[in-house]
């Protein structure tokens, strides 16, 4: 189950950061024995609906080709022209959006029959359902036949209650999906263990979420010194991992963090390191993700979207 309301309350005001990253680290060794840390190699494929669907699809499964040749083994679908599409732009209907990309997934998945799509967000699907005058369930399953896997975990862009709307639907539908949790962008508390309360309580009821994702909100003005400290990042965590025991998997991300404080994370309740961008030649890398990995005490494991090892390394 984990802590409880209060408990979590209390390590939020609490200055025992190590104390905290013990219990939490606790439990991430009673839930995961194995002394592994698990990844995912995958690639964000950004497509422009805007161009005819020939040459839409080719680019697509160009840059899926290029993807798989360096490991990767799903993809996240974006859009360049979602935001416009998805609010308000004239020249794509709602329907008519929803058909371009059901033909899209639909050319991918018969390209490639084993890969992971990973589609729009909740806040894009939310959209997408006003502007076709659909219901959730209707949408998604319409985008699951045409070979949408799983939708985004973000919930930035989209009202707490409608994400988890979204989600859930999703769930009741037979559809896994992760749960990232934006924090430090003003909220008490309160508001934190209110959010995490809502996700532990829609796992209790669907079983759907294979992995929570606590990911710091972007710095005022792109100010590093005012976004989140690596303190409230590792504290976030390991109040995560307690709360949601019923979670299997919670992940210590680098967005917005250096590789050391994703390290530290892993002493802090967490067990994944999250989607590994396939070639990538920065800091971010397969190779230095492997590399702390080992360097905090664990075995580096390349798994799939739904957390099924494939290889360790």
């Known amino acids: 189950m984990g802590i409880s309301r209060e408990q979590a309350l209390d390590c939020f005001r609490s200055n025992d950061l190590v104390g905290i ?30 161009a005819a669907q020939e040459d839409l699809l080719a680019s697509a499964c160009e840059k899926i080709d290029d993807a798989i040749e360096m490991g990767a083994t799903g993809v996240r679908i974006l859009s360049e022209t979602d935001h416009r599409a998805l609010g308000g732009d004239e020249r794509l209907s709602g329907l008519e959006r929803l058909s371009e990309l059901e033909r899209l997934f639909q050319g991918v998945r018969r390209r490639f029959s084993a890969l992971w799509i990973e589609g729009l967000s909740a806040g894009e699907i939310s959209a997408l359902a006003r502007s076709c005058g659909l219901g959730l369930p209707e949408l998604l399953t319409r985008l699951r036949g045409a070979g949408m896997d799983s939708i985004a975990g973000e919930v930035a862009a989209v009202d707490f209650q409608e994400w988890l709307g979204v989600h859930g639907a999703a769930h009741r539908l037979g559809m896994q999906t992760a749960a990232a949790m934006v924090f430090a962008a003003g909220e008490t508390p309160e508001q934190r263990v209110g959010c995490l309360d809502a996700v532990r309580q829609l796992q209790q009821e669907t079983g759907g979420f294979t992995a929570f994702v606590p990911v710091a909100a972007e710095a ?27 979670i299997e998997n919670v992940q210590s991300t680098r967005a917005g963090q250096g590789l050391k404080v994703l390290q530290t994370g892993l002493r802090f309740g967490a067990n994944d390191v999250g989607a590994v961008d396939a070639g990538a030649a920065n800091g971010g890398a397969e ?27």
């Not at 990253?21 to 422009?48: K, Q, T, W």
């Not at 190779?287 to 390394?313: C, H, K, S, W």
């Open 287 to 313: 190779e230095d993700l492997r590399r702390i990995i080992r360097d905090a005490g664990f075995r580096p494991v390349q798994r799939d979207a739904l957390y099924r090892t494939m290889f360790l390394n």
């Open 21 to 50: 990253g013990m219990e939490a680290d606790m439990v991430r060794r009673r839930l995961h024995p194995e002394g592994v840390v698990s990844y995912f190699l995958s690639r964000r494929i950004a497509v422009d609906c805007a």
């Open 220 to 246: 005022p003005g792109g100010r590093e010194l005012d976004g989140a400290t690596a303190v409230e990042r590792l504290k976030m965590l390991a109040i995560s991992r307690m709360f949601l025991e019923t």
